[in-house]
Every structure is written in structure tokens, then in C-alpha cells.
């Protein structure tokens, strides 16, 4: 759907134009491209191996709050149909799978305290009940998600976020 590549001073991130006809997917597409240009310029190495890459650029892309987009664009699955023919035609983008993608945004959301309501009108109806249902496990055992808050830098301007236990 799209590449990234650096060259000398430039860095090009291409995508597949008929994207243009499927903004969610495009926006996805821009997303996973821009984390891998994050890594890319990272000051230190991706903590994975060569193999994994793209699945932390997935991850890179959900962190950065596009979850809802991946997710949503994992899989597309559609059926046309006239008097003279009918058929179906389906689409798998990314590299994790839908599950994965709906749990990352469910971390996403409960580590950064978001109101989970607007992901559930925007998922895919059956992508809104899987993140209904990580998020009640999330909360359900909360050891991993202060973990991840707890990594997450303050905003400027505010103080550190307080960490299991009553540390700062």
C-alpha cells in the first residue's frame, strides 16, 4: 500500500494511488510509513529483531494514536452484485492481525486515560466489542497498563506521573 525509504537527504514515503478512493486506508497507510520513519531516526535501535520490524512500525502507528484507522483497515471484505454477475472482493493491509491491532488501541486508550467512546462508534462494529472487551480485561488486571503509563513521559508543564506503589 505504501513505502518508505531514505536516500542521502531525502526521505520518500510513496503509497498506492488507488488509496485515494479509500481515505481510512490511506490514512493508515500515511501512518504506518511516518512510524517508519520514527524508527528510522530513533536515537537508539528498534528493541526487536530485523523480522519484527514491521510489526513494531504497526504498533509505532497505534502509539501514535492512529489505532482506530489500523485496525479498521486490516481487513475489508465486500460483495457487488447486478443481473449479470456477482462476486466478492476482499483487501488485507498491515501486518498485524485485527485482534492485535484493537488490543494495542485498547492499551493505548486506558494507558493514556481516553474516553473510549468514540472508538467504539468508529471501529468496524465487530472491532468495537473487541475493544470493549480488552479494555474490561485491561481494567479487569491493571499491572500492565500502569507499567505502560508509567513509561509514558508527563506533557510539559506537568508533573511526573505517579507510579505503582505511591512513587513518583
Request: glycine share 8%; with cysteine.
Amino acid at each position: 500500500m505504501g513505502t518508505f525509504s531514505v536516500s542521502e537527504d531525502t526521505v520518500r514515503i510513496t503509497y498506492e494511488p488507488t488509496l485515494l478512493a479509500d481515505p481510512e486506508c490511506l490514512i493508515a497507510t500515511f501512518a504506518h510509513e511516518l512510524a517508519h520513519y520514527l524508527l528510522a531516526t530513533a536515537p537508539s535501535a528498534p528493541p526487536c529483531a530485523e523480522d519484527e520490524h514491521e510489526y513494531l512500525t504497526d504498533l509505532t502507528a497505534v502509539h501514535l494514536g492512529f489505532g482506530v484507522f489500523m485496525a479498521n483497515s486490516v481487513f475489508d471484505f465486500q460483495q457487488f452484485g447486478d443481473s449479470v454477475m456477482q462476486g466478492w472482493h476482499s483487501k488485507r493491509t498491515g501486518y498485524l492481525p485485527e485482534q492485535d491491532m484493537v488490543f494495542a488501541t485498547a492499551l493505548f486508550i486506558a494507558a493514556k486515560e481516553l474516553d473510549p467512546a468514540p472508538g467504539y462508534q468508529c471501529l468496524k462494529p465487530h472491532l468495537g466489542k473487541m475493544l470493549r472487551r480488552a479494555l474490561r480485561d485491561l481494567a479487569a488486571d491493571k499491572r500492565l497498563v500502569e507499567q505502560i503509563r508509567s513509561s509514558i513521559p508527563a506533557p510539559e508543564g506537568e508533573e511526573e506521573r505517579p507510579q505503582e506503589g505511591g512513587g513518583v
